[in-house]
T-cell receptor
Framework: EPEVTQTPSHQVTQMGQEVILRCVPISNHLYFYWYRQILGQKVEFLVSFYNNEISEKSEIFDDQFSVERPDGSNFTLKIRSTKLEDSAMYFC??????????????FGSGTQLSVL | GNSVTQMEGPVTLSEEAFLTINCTYTATGYPSLFWYVQYPGEGLQLLLKATKADDKGSNKGFEATYRKETTSFHLEKGSVQVSDSAVYFCALSGSGTASKLTFGTGTRLQVTL
């Protein structure tokens, strides 16, 4: 089965530093997402992206966050100035379609971000 | 808003035991319901889904029935194997908000010989 690939698997950074989390979605997919899970808490939706723009975002996704599809294959999440509370597992996902509420999302294995 | 509540883990079972992981939800409209599974070192994978009331999703011996009257989507398997050890996530998506899955906290299942 095709896979969503995320790099790095672990990222350690100092508070206030910028980080970029990278994802390679499945090649023929059109919809891209970021979710995160803080340790012991629920997996939370951050943002969805389609046709080179954000289609939906959550309250968590504030001005410190941005997403980009720089080259037609990668999908990145940037955190401009990391805070301790940004420490979490970040999951990238992609899907071939959207809008029906029942399509299958394919998730990557996650990037564990630790902010010190 | 939408929310999902699933039973606390970890759940530890012997091989061939019966599994139930409870999941209840709160949502407006008619959500689709999902179970995702995360094996060690891997991403979340869709295990099964149901898109309307009384639908039963099934895959790999796992089943869950969409119960609107009890707002539940409990995951069951008649005989678990060691290879089923993983974290199981219940999730829903609201009508027309297909990209925005609302997840439960996940339930870790450990199956022993």
């Amino acid at each position: 089965e095709p896979e969503v690939t995320q790099t790095p698997s672990h990222q350690v950074t100092q508070m206030g530093q910028e980080v970029i989390l990278r994802c390679v979605p499945i090649s023929n997919h059109l919809y891209f997402y970021w979710y995160r899970q803080i340790l012991g808490q629920k997996v939370e939706f951050l943002v969805s992206f389609y046709n080179n723009e954000i289609s939906e975002k959550s309250e968590i996704f504030d001005d410190q966050f941005s997403v980009e599809r720089p080259d037609g294959s990668n999908f990145t999440l940037k955190i401009r100035s990391t805070k301790l509370e940004d420490s979490a597992m970040y999951f990238c996902a992609s899907s071939a379609a959207s809008g029906t509420g029942s399509e299958k999302l394919f998730f990557g294995s996650g990037t564990q971000l630790s902010v010190l | 808003g939408n929310s999902v509540t699933q039973m606390e883990g970890p759940v530890t079972l012997s091989e061939e035991a019966f599994l139930t992981i409870n999941c209840t939800y709160t949502a407006t409209g008619y959500p689709s319901l999902f179970w995702y599974v995360q094996y060690p070192g891997e991403g979340l994978q869709l295990l099964l889904k149901a898109t309307k009331a009384d639908d039963k999703g099934s895959n790999k011996g796992f089943e869950a029935t969409y119960r609107k009257e009890t707002t539940s989507f409990h995951l069951e398997k008649g005989s678990v194997q060691v290879s089923d050890s993983a974290v199981y996530f219940c999730a829903l998506s609201g009508s027309g908000t297909a990209s925005k899955l609302t997840f439960g906290t996940g339930t870790r299942l450990q199956v022993t010989l």
